[in-house]
């Protein structure tokens, strides 16, 4: 009996910014990038890099990336609302989030 071992390899890459090190053009994309960013004046440019073995279809890899940024956008939003309610209790019961001083610790 023949025994089959599936094998593969998935590399994600997400980059914010050009390395010192990298290519004059590469360089420049990215100061591009930088000043698109402030005249929309919002907004994050970043790039993804995705190699697959065996090789997935570009829908496939687009429709999972679409799913990570839901599923992104879902934690935010918890994020910011647990930090809109912690404001709202900062203002409404300031006393339990005073630092209160013990002295030195011995």
Known sequence: ???Y??????TLCVTE????SARWTTRLAWRIRRLADRLDGHGRTIRLDCQTEPRLSREDIDACLGKGFIMAQGLLTELTHQAACED???DAQAELFEQTS???RA
């Open 1 to 3: 009996m023949k025994v």
């Open 5 to 10: 071992k599936p094998e593969w390899r998935c």
């Open 17 to 20: 910014g050009a390395e010192t």
């Open 88 to 90: 709202i209790m900062r």
């Open 102 to 104: 013990l002295g030195p």
